[in-house]
């Protein structure tokens, strides 16, 4: 089994930044591509940002490209997800996943597995 902690959640002013991180454990994740989505209340989630399980590629909502960067430290064990320029329409919990596709890695349902989120919260 997989579990997935999300950290680095805040309160922060608009066009501000914030770093998020996703430290998995039970099991190394250098196989699995990983994603961050996020949830606002009374929304659906939706995807953020995807990374191969290597590193090598990314993909990125259109609300966010430019914006944010997703990386990782295979060696740590961790997804990091950098936040820059903070709208306050950024503001939702934040979640990473493992994903056992790349193709699909933009939508939610097929994930296998999920952290229990992060406030993210950003004010205008």
């Known amino acids: 089994q997989v579990q997935l902690v999300e950290s680095g959640g805040g309160l922060v002013q608009a066009g501000g930044s914030l770093r998020l991180s996703c430290a998995a454990s039970g099991r190394t994740v250098s196989s699995w591509h990983m994603g961050w989505f996020r949830q606002a209340p009374g929304k659906e989630r939706e995807f953020v940002a995807a990374?191969?399980?290597?590193?090598?590629?990314?993909r990125y909502a259109d609300s966010v490209q430019g914006r944010f960067t997703i990386s990782r430290d295979n060696a740590k064990n961790t997804v990091y997800l950098q936040m820059n320029s903070l709208k306050p329409e950024d503001t939702a919990v934040y979640y990473c996943?493992?994903?056992?596709?790349?193709?699909?890695?933009?939508?939610?349902?097929?994930?296998?597995?999920w952290g229990q989120g992060t406030q993210v919260t950003v004010s205008s």
């Open positions: 996943g493992t994903s056992p596709s790349w193709r699909t890695v933009v939508s939610g349902p097929q994930y296998d597995y």
């Open positions: 990374i191969t399980g290597i590193g090598g590629s990314t």
